[in-house]
């Protein structure tokens, strides 16, 4: 498949440039196409819009700088241009893309750890990679149709002072918790590489396969932590994952399965 890129107003960004970035890319479905935002508000929004017009599944949109980014229940994802890793990729799945998120993730975990191999990633459930209980990257996948838009934002090269005070003690970058600076392009390329191949083999046989590779870093396993639903908030020890992704939690000896929710671990364990 051809290859084709494109900047819009790009004024800088010669790090994440599209052309680069689709020559560090091997993979062949995933970054034929890639285009570079000086400015957006947030890189799932064109890429849904995007993938409406018809775009090709594929399809890679990455922001220099993200001003709304968006996270689970409409939480707003912090982002620096300088720093952060942004941006989303168009899927059109043939089986249910629920656990995309968590597939995202994987990639994502297992592609910083082999950049970092000092560094253990975290995977907190549902969308959430962290380092050491902080929180570096963010995920959200969303539906529209046929479409699936998978987005994740990445605290790359942020230095301490880049983030606000509220995110101090809760948030992280690649770069504080290992001490040295890191290629965005070449990151960027390496999880869609890593990413395509998840999915194959997903799209083949789900994502079972990928059970105990996803449970080896579930954040909290085997620790008691407190799950908020809308039908009301549950304790128990976080035991593992479903074939579906799904959260399992027991309980009084019996184990529940939670399809959505956030988690937290409960304080008397911090």
């Given at each position: 498949m051809e290859k084709r890129s494109a900047a819009a107003g790009l004024s800088g960004g010669i790090e994440l440039h599209p052309a680069r970035i689709m020559n560090m890319i091997s993979a062949a479905r995933f970054g034929t196409t890639v285009i570079l935002?000086?400015?957006v508000d947030s890189t799932n929004r064109i890429a849904a819009e995007a993938a409406a017009g018809g775009a090709p599944e594929g399809t890679l949109f990455v922001a220099l700088r993200q001003y709304s980014g968006r996270g689970r229940k409409g939480r707003e994802w912090f982002s620096t241009e300088?720093?952060?890793?942004v941006f989303s990729i168009i899927l059109r799945p043939q089986?249910?893309?629920?656990s995309l998120t968590t597939l995202m993730g994987l990639a994502a975990a297992q592609t910083i750890d082999e950049f970092y191999p000092g560094i253990e990633t975290s995977i907190k459930w549902p969308n959430d990679i962290f380092i050491s209980g902080t929180k570096v990257a963010g995920i959200l996948a969303e539906s529209r149709g046929?479409?699936?838009i998978v987005g994740i934002g990445i605290d790359v090269n942020e230095t301490e002072d880049d983030f606000p005070v509220e995110l101090k003690s809760?948030?992280?970058s690649l770069r504080i918790a290992s001490g040295s600076k890191?290629?965005?392009g070449m990151l960027l390329a390496a999880i869609v590489d890593r990413f395509e191949i998840l999915y194959t083999r997903w799209e083949m046989e789900g994502l079972s396969i990928f059970r105990f590779d996803i449970e080896k870093k579930l954040l909290w396993k085997g620790m008691e932590a407190s799950i908020e639903t809308g039908d009301g908030d549950f304790s128990g020890t976080v035991s593992g994952v479903t074939s579906e992704g799904y959260l399992r939690i027991r309980?009084?000896?019996?184990?529940?399965?939670f399809r959505a929710g956030d988690l937290s671990l409960r304080v008397e364990e911090r």
């Open positions: 935002c000086e400015e300088a720093g952060s890793l089986e249910t893309p629920e046929k479409d699936v809760t948030a992280v890191l290629d965005r309980s009084n000896g019996e184990e529940r399965i």
